[in-house]
């Protein structure tokens, strides 16, 4: 069996045994800078929008759910199942499709939406990102299929940034089958390095900080 | 063997040189940006960290491999080990049949380019089609990446617009932004028909059992997301202990790639979809790749080169690569990377040329992410090539020369009578030496030096000149 035979390669190439523990790991290496929140959203505001990926500041739950509002201008959309958004009112909107539980009426909803609402698990403020763990409440298909993304999250959940995501999550496979990092609108430059947003994912991201 | 001549064909098209010299220079300054003390003060020491990661994990990587499927196969994915290429395509058209799938839809994946995997489900009667921008369009050519990260980097906006009108039977269109949606329209469809996708890894992640993959356009997302089974194929090398290493990774891959300080996606993925969630594959199986990788693992030194994570950096600033382009390489991998890992899966003898094709000028170790020691590994190789030619009795006028060159030098009377001989053959011409005048330019000596310019001999020698300075004071 392939199995055995490459696992034997392995163990002869480095002088091991099977069974043998490994020798201890690098320390990992974590650097978590000292960050008020204000400073935070800060700086994901900067990173996002450098990315061209659009940031909003809403001062309560019922202004970010007129943010939204606003930002969809009557376009069909899918709301994701996360509770947030539906303290946020966000579900009631007129043309906002949700709480879908069967995978087949999702998928024909995020690929006809003009955009996907969702909330995240956690934003990373020196690179402008959404941490978004999949879920019963988060399906993965919302930020993904429709031309346009409209994240809403609370504004404590912005970490400083990648060591402090994997020290608040050490084993992320624990939670969640996929956890996704996003960073900006879809974009490519494989034709002539031209950058073009909106390639497979949204071109389009909007993301309202509560 | 000697290098192909197709590389004089590349030399001499202004147009593709342009091209390649200008992308390249691009990715050197985006990265530059994003690497420099000011906006990232720790980038030496996230290399030293990655370096001392990638050597841990592969010194104890029969550990890793058995502890990664362990967790893969507790959250209900299935590990699938590979010898080669052949058995890699033997299980997915297997799997294919079993399932009765029809199309695979495939994010981009340089170890499915190393085995051809495309073609072998392709000959299995299995559509396959790649999703990221680039690929899909050198697959519509049928042609290889011409870089690790930027496949269809020689191609125009007119090249791109012949091959869409052609194969995809569409309009001409050479906006490339609607070339761009041309794409997504056609891939979409792709997307939501396939029965399976098929991704690499750009990491794996032992403790997690977790497959990461970074991209830009999504495409990896819809592929691992839309189709009912993913299969994810990964060399053995791919694998660091603990999700926190990813943090030292993930800043160093995208900046060192393509000046992002993250690329747009980053998905960490474990096994299919769980209880509840709504989308997500049902099935999920990790193909574990060895070809020859564990010969490489056995040699100490040469063990490094498994440290790679393809960020292409390497390509961007090698001299050679600049000018030759990628498909002057004898295998998908190109620039100095492929210069160190061809002849090693491929065999030393099979392209001898390659090792020497390369000014050792060391741009490609200062600016690889994980340290690799890529001019040293050539060097080495140049020793290897040299002692199995000397062995097969080949390389003797090489080592005459030496011989005599060392002779020479024990005699330093007569190495100043040769020192004044050349100062005459060798003056040049406006202060450079060409090629070998007259008579002389003939044999090995002219191949020498058609590929090479020299300043010119000086008229007077060191030794005269001091003995001038000598006599004066």
Same mark, same amino acid.
């Given at each position: 069996?392939?199995?055995?035979?490459?696992?034997?390669r392995?163990?002869?190439?480095?002088?091991?045994?099977?069974?043998? %523990?490994?020798?201890?790991?690098?320390?990992?290496?974590?650097?978590?800078?000292?960050?008020?929140?204000?400073?935070?959203?800060?700086?994901?505001?900067?990173?996002?929008?450098?990315?061209?990926?659009?940031?909003?500041?809403?001062?309560?739950?019922?202004?970010?759910?007129?943010?939204?509002?606003?930002?969809?201008?009557?376009?069909?959309?899918?709301?994701?199942?996360?509770?947030?958004?539906?303290?946020?009112?966000?579900?009631?909107?007129?043309?906002?499709?949700?709480?879908?539980?069967?995978?087949?009426?999702?998928?024909?909803?995020?690929?006809?939406?003009?955009?996907?609402?969702?909330?995240?698990?956690?934003?990373?403020?020196?690179?402008?990102?959404?941490?978004?763990?999949?879920?019963?409440?988060?399906?993965?298909?919302?930020?993904?299929?429709?031309?346009?993304?409209?994240?809403?999250?609370?504004?404590?959940?912005?970490?400083?940034?990648?060591?402090?995501?994997?020290?608040?999550?050490?084993?992320?496979?624990?939670?969640?089958?996929?956890?996704?990092?996003?960073?900006?609108?879809?974009? &490519?430059?494989?034709?002539?390095?031209?950058?073009?947003?909106?390639?497979?994912?949204?071109?389009?991201?909007?993301?309202?900080?509560? | 063997?000697?290098?192909?001549?197709?590389?004089?064909?590349?030399? %001499?098209?202004?147009?593709?040189?342009?091209?390649?010299?200008?992308?390249?220079?691009?990715?050197?300054?985006?990265?530059?940006?994003?690497?420099?003390?000011?906006?990232?003060?720790?980038?030496?020491?996230?290399?030293?960290?990655?370096? %001392?990661?990638?050597?841990?994990?592969?010194?104890?990587?029969?550990?890793?491999?058995?502890?990664?499927?362990?967790?893969?196969?507790?959250?209900?994915?299935?590990?699938?080990?590979?010898k080669d290429g052949?058995?890699?395509?033997?299980?997915?058209?297997?799997?294919?049949?079993?399932?009765?799938?029809?199309?695979?839809?495939?994010?981009?994946?340089?170890?499915?380019?190393e085995i051809?995997?495309?073609?072998?489900?392709?000959?299995?009667?299995?559509?396959?089609?790649?999703?990221?921008?680039?690929?899909?369009?050198?697959?519509?050519?049928?042609?290889?990446?011409?870089?690790?990260?930027?496949?269809?980097?020689?191609? &125009?906006?007119?090249?791109?617009?012949?091959?869409?009108?052609?194969?995809?039977?569409?309009?001409?269109?050479?906006?490339?932004?609607?070339?761009?949606?041309?794409?997504?329209?056609?891939?979409?469809?792709?997307?939501?028909?396939?029965?399976?996708?098929?991704?690499?890894?750009?990491?794996?992640?032992?403790?997690?059992?977790?497959?990461?993959?970074?991209?830009?356009?999504?495409?990896?997302?819809?592929?691992?997301?839309?189709?009912?089974?993913?299969?994810?194929?990964?060399g053995i090398e791919?694998?660091?202990?603990?999700?926190?290493?990813?943090?030292?990774?993930?800043?160093?891959?995208?900046?060192?790639?393509?000046?992002?300080?993250?690329?747009?996606?980053?998905?960490?993925?474990?096994?299919?979809?769980?209880?509840?969630?709504?989308?997500?594959?049902?099935?999920?199986?990790?193909?574990?790749l060895d070809k020859g990788r564990t010969q490489v693992l056995a040699?100490?030194?040469?063990?490094?080169?498994l440290?790679?994570?393809?960020?292409?950096?390497?390509?961007?600033?090698?001299?050679?690569?600049?000018?030759?382009?990628?498909?002057?390489?004898?295998?998908?991998?190109?620039?100095?990377?492929?210069?160190?890992i061809s002849?090693l899966y491929q065999g030393?003898?099979?392209?001898?040329?390659?090792?020497?094709?390369?000014?050792?000028?060391?741009?490609?170790?200062?600016?690889?992410?994980?340290?690799?020691?890529?001019?040293?590994?050539?060097?080495?190789?140049?020793?290897?090539?040299?002692?199995?030619?000397?062995?097969?009795?080949?390389?003797?006028?090489?080592?005459?020369?030496?011989?005599?060159?060392?002779?020479?030098?024990?005699?330093?009377?007569?190495?100043?009578?040769?020192?004044?001989?050349?100062?005459?053959?060798?003056?040049?011409?406006?202060?450079?030496?060409?090629?070998?005048?007259?008579?002389?330019?003939?044999?090995?000596?002219? %191949?020498?030096?058609?590929?090479?310019?020299?300043?010119?001999?000086?008229?007077?020698?060191?030794?005269?000149?001091?003995?001038?300075?000598?006599?004066?004071?």
């Open positions: 069996m392939s199995r055995e035979i490459i696992l034997e392995v163990r002869t190439a480095l002088g091991r045994s099977a069974g043998q %523990a490994p020798a201890a790991p690098p320390e990992a290496r974590v650097r978590i800078p000292e960050t008020g929140v204000e400073e935070r959203i800060e700086q994901f505001r900067r990173a996002l929008e450098a990315l061209a990926g659009k940031f909003h500041v809403a001062a309560s739950k019922q202004e970010a759910r007129a943010r939204a509002a606003g930002l969809l201008e009557g376009r069909a959309a899918v709301a994701s199942n996360s509770p947030y958004l539906a303290e946020c009112g966000i579900t009631e909107l007129e043309g906002v499709r949700s709480g879908f539980t069967r995978e087949a009426e999702l998928r024909e909803a995020c690929a006809t939406a003009g955009a996907g609402i969702t909330s995240a698990d956690y934003g990373l403020a020196d690179t402008g990102t959404l941490v978004m763990l999949s879920s019963a409440r988060e399906a993965r298909m919302i930020s993904l299929l429709p031309p346009m993304h409209v994240a809403l999250i609370p504004r404590e959940i912005i970490l400083t940034g990648l060591d402090e995501l994997f020290t608040i999550l050490p084993n992320p496979a624990e939670l969640t089958s996929s956890m996704v990092l996003i960073t900006g609108p879809s974009r &490519t430059a494989d034709i002539e390095q031209i950058l073009v947003r909106g390639v497979h994912g949204p071109g389009e991201i909007h993301v309202i900080v509560v | 063997m000697t290098a192909p001549d197709k590389i004089l064909t590349t030399l %001499a098209n202004p147009p593709l040189q342009k091209a390649v010299y200008a992308a390249t220079g691009r990715l050197m300054d985006h990265r530059r940006a994003v690497v420099n003390p000011e906006v990232l003060p720790d980038y030496q020491e996230l290399r030293t960290a990655a370096n %001392a990661i990638k050597r841990h994990t592969l010194e104890n990587l029969d550990y890793y491999l058995e502890q990664l499927e362990a967790n893969v196969t507790r959250r209900g994915g299935k590990v699938i080990w590979c052949a058995e890699v395509a033997g299980f997915l058209v297997r799997l294919a049949k079993e399932k009765n799938a029809r199309l695979v839809v495939k994010s981009k994946s340089m170890t499915t380019e051809d995997l495309n073609e072998k489900l392709e000959q299995a009667g299995i559509e396959t089609v790649e999703t990221d921008l680039g690929e899909f369009i050198i697959q519509l050519l049928r042609q290889k990446p011409y870089h690790i990260v930027a496949p269809a980097l020689h191609l &125009t906006r007119y090249d791109v617009a012949d091959v869409f009108t052609q194969r995809l039977g569409v309009e001409r269109e050479t906006v490339i932004e609607k070339q761009t949606m041309i794409a997504r329209r056609v891939l979409r469809e792709k997307f939501l028909a396939a029965d399976i996708g098929v991704s690499g890894a750009n990491f794996l992640v032992a403790g997690d059992g977790a497959v990461v993959l970074c991209t830009n356009e999504g495409n990896a997302r819809l592929t691992t997301t839309a189709p009912r089974i993913h299969v994810a194929v990964a791919k694998l660091v202990p603990r999700a926190a290493d990813l943090a030292v990774f993930l800043k160093l891959l995208g900046r060192s790639a393509t000046g992002q300080p993250l690329t747009v996606y980053t998905s960490f993925l474990s096994g299919p979809r769980r209880e509840g969630e709504i989308d997500g594959p049902e099935e999920f199986y990790l193909v574990l040699d100490r030194e040469k063990r490094q080169s440290f790679c994570i393809r960020c292409g950096s390497c390509l961007n600033h090698c001299p050679v690569y600049r000018k030759i382009g990628g498909h002057n390489y004898p295998w998908v991998y190109s620039g100095p990377l492929g210069a160190v002849p030393m003898m099979h392209d001898s040329w390659l090792p020497f094709a390369s000014s050792l000028c060391g741009a490609c170790a200062d600016v690889c992410p994980v340290k690799i020691e890529l001019p040293k590994l050539l060097l080495e190789h140049r020793e290897e090539i040299v002692r199995t030619k000397a062995a097969q009795g080949r390389g003797r006028l090489e080592k005459l020369g030496f011989r005599l060159w060392a002779w020479l030098m024990r005699h330093p009377k007569l190495y100043e009578l040769a020192g004044t001989a050349g100062s005459v053959i060798a003056s040049g011409d406006g202060g450079w030496m060409t090629r070998l005048p007259g008579l002389l330019n003939v044999g090995p000596g002219k %191949a020498w030096t058609s590929q090479r310019d020299m300043p010119a001999l000086a008229a007077q020698s060191f030794r005269q000149l001091w003995r001038e300075r000598r006599s004066r004071s």
